[in-house]
């Protein structure tokens, strides 16, 4: 099973849900168009701009590696992977 953790200000479009198990094998993307499905439109705009691009404050990790030195959205997703969605930090 594939394991999805959510950082708390992404999991308010999933109604609260940090943690989510999922059966699947597929892309990143694949992977978004399910949990978009069981959870609607919130969570789509929650993480893509309109173009279908992730959101540049969300960081999605891959077994723990940025999936943008990956392959982005077409990033491989093995069965038992665990895929980090986190809001980016900016300070100054």
Do not use: W
């Amino acid at each position: 099973m594939v394991r999805l953790v959510l950082a708390s200000p992404i999991a308010v479009a999933t109604r609260g849900e940090r943690e989510i198990e999922i059966e699947f094998e597929g892309t990143l993307r694949g992977l978004f168009d399910l949990v978009t499905n069981r959870y609607g439109k919130p969570f789509q705009q929650r993480i893509f701009e309109g173009d279908g691009a992730l959101k540049r404050f969300v960081n999605v990790y891959v077994n723990g590696e940025d999936a943008r030195y990956l392959r982005g959205l077409d990033t491989p997703i093995p069965r038992d992977a665990t895929v980090d969605l986190l809001p980016a930090i900016a300070g100054g």
